[in-house]
């Protein structure tokens, strides 16, 4: 599999599952139960999936709740914020509306503890750009 340079790595899911993220776009997950494990077989990944522009940051949420703890926010180059589950199915995202917000947008994604405490519903803060709830 021809993958090329891996930039970004993370952990999710209580530390059951990596992301490894690359600079062409590709994003990979594998369950770390295989990776840990002894032997010397080789290990795939259990889901894989081609992006148009590359991983900035992989910010897999740190809550605990059910229904939001599988979610990872995934922050390319283009200055696209997509949602993920483990499957790598989007969850949903967005993207900078204007130029002058494109290199900010690949910096600063922060999960946001007391809107997510109201709400219920994952909240993010971009540095240089709208507030956006998913």
């Not at 032997?39 to 992989?58: C, E, K, L, M």
């Not at 494109?102 to 994604?109: N, Q």
């Amino acid at each position: 599999m021809e993958t090329g340079k891996p930039n970004i790595l993370a952990l999710a899911c209580n530390d059951t599952r990596l992301f490894v993220g690359f600079e062409q776009g590709q994003l990979l997950v594998y369950d770390t139960a295989s990776l840990f494990s002894p032997g010397s077989d080789s290990v795939t990944p259990i889901h894989i999936q081609q992006g148009q522009a590359g991983v900035r940051q992989i910010s897999p949420n740190p809550g605990t709740e059910q229904n939001l703890s599988n979610i990872v926010a995934v922050v390319r180059s283009n200055a696209s914020v997509t949602l993920y589950n483990m499957k790598l199915e989007s969850q949903g995202g967005w993207v900078a509306e204007d130029a002058v917000s494109v290199p900010v947008a690949g910096t600063c994604l922060a999960y946001s503890v007391l809107a997510r405490k109201k709400t219920n519903a994952i909240s993010f803060q971009l540095r240089g750009l709208p507030k956006a709830n998913t």
